[in-house]
């Protein structure tokens, strides 16, 4: 399956970009469980981090809490060939809804050789705001693919639908990763431009 628009993936699941009513097409635990699937899915195949976004959301969404909950989806995952989509949806519910960052980035550990498990590991280094974490994970993410690594730290700060004050920190964030890591200088300066007028704005 080719995600060339996951946003949309998300809405034909049931939801909206925000996430807002997103339940209202998926009347059974079976259609919750495939629209994880087919984003999960896009997540690996092409690493588009809107699928990202879209996936975790989603999960936000459909998570009930529960362990029971995690191990179902996990299993129904594993059972259609989603191998990748199970252990996002585990590692992302243990650090949601569980408390449990630690179990969580030991599972995406077991996984460290592939891609999205290591955007998947900056994340929840960034969620759990474990500053040590965030530079390990940025510097694997960054030597395997640092298109991706861009798009996972930029989405957030130049999300127009997310609060100034959120972007601002994303700003932040993006460029303390990135201090004697970006070669490109030009991009460097226009993001640190980018972070000064939205900071202005918000002051």
């Known amino acids: 399956m080719q995600a060339t628009n996951a946003a949309a993936l998300l809405d034909e699941a049931g939801g909206d970009r925000t996430g807002a009513g997103a339940l209202r097409k998926l009347d059974t635990t079976e259609e919750r469980f495939t629209a994880l699937a087919r984003l999960g899915e896009a997540v690996e195949s092409n690493g588009s981090s809107t699928a990202e976004a879209a996936f975790v959301r989603l999960l936000a ?94 989405d ?10 959120a972007r601002v920190d994303a700003y932040r964030l993006l460029l303390w990763v990135f201090k004697g890591r970006l070669a490109n200088r030009g991009l460097a300066k226009i993001l640190h431009r980018e972070w000064i007028e939205l900071s202005r704005r918000c002051a």
């Not at 280094?125 to 040590?132: D, K």
């Not at 957030?156 to 004050?165: G, L, N, T, V």
Request: glycine share 8%.
């Open 156 to 165: 957030p700060a130049r999300d127009p639908e997310a609060p100034s004050e």
């Open 61 to 154: 969404i459909l998570g009930e809490g529960t362990a029971e909950w995690r191990h179902a989806a996990a299993g129904h995952l594993r059972e259609h060939g989603h191998q990748g989509a199970a252990v996002l949806v585990q590692a992302f519910h243990l650090a949601r809804w569980e408390g449990d960052y630690e179990t969580a980035r030991l599972l995406l550990l077991s996984h460290r050789d592939q891609t999205w498990a290591k955007a998947a590991r900056l994340r929840l280094a960034i969620q759990a705001g474990r500053w040590e974490l965030i530079a390990v994970a940025t510097d694997e993410l960054m030597r395997a693919d640092p298109g991706r690594l861009l798009r996972v730290l930029l």
